[in-house]
């Protein structure tokens, strides 16, 4: 059974409740919970910084700018790979979504 709780670990571990019921907290529900609620985090503090939308058109010139512009943005972020092209992807439009 998993119990949604904002309280941490610890403070749960106190509440005769959990006892009562058999219930045993999970830590590895409010990993998967915490990482969810910091990649929204992370998504809003992206678009706080506008970041270019790219929509795939041919235009060399345009590309760079949205890619120095991306990159300019994960910098000031400290962003992962794997972040970088989740957050990227976000921003694709029109012919660079398909």
């Not at 005769?16 to 503090?45: C, F, T, Y």
């Amino acid at each position: 059974m998993v119990v949604e709780s904002k309280a941490n670990y610890n403070l749960q571990l106190g509440r005769e409740w959990i006892h009562g019921v058999g219930v045993v907290p999970s830590i590895m529900h409010q990993k998967v919970r915490n990482e969810g609620e910091a990649e929204e985090r992370r998504l809003d503090r992206f678009l706080r910084n506008n970041p270019p939308t790219f929509k795939g058109r041919f235009d060399p010139e345009g590309a760079q700018t949205w890619v120095q512009g991306m990159e300019r943005i994960f910098c000031a972020m400290v962003t992962s790979d794997d972040q970088k092209v989740r957050l990227a992807t976000h921003m694709l439009a029109e012919e660079a979504e398909f």
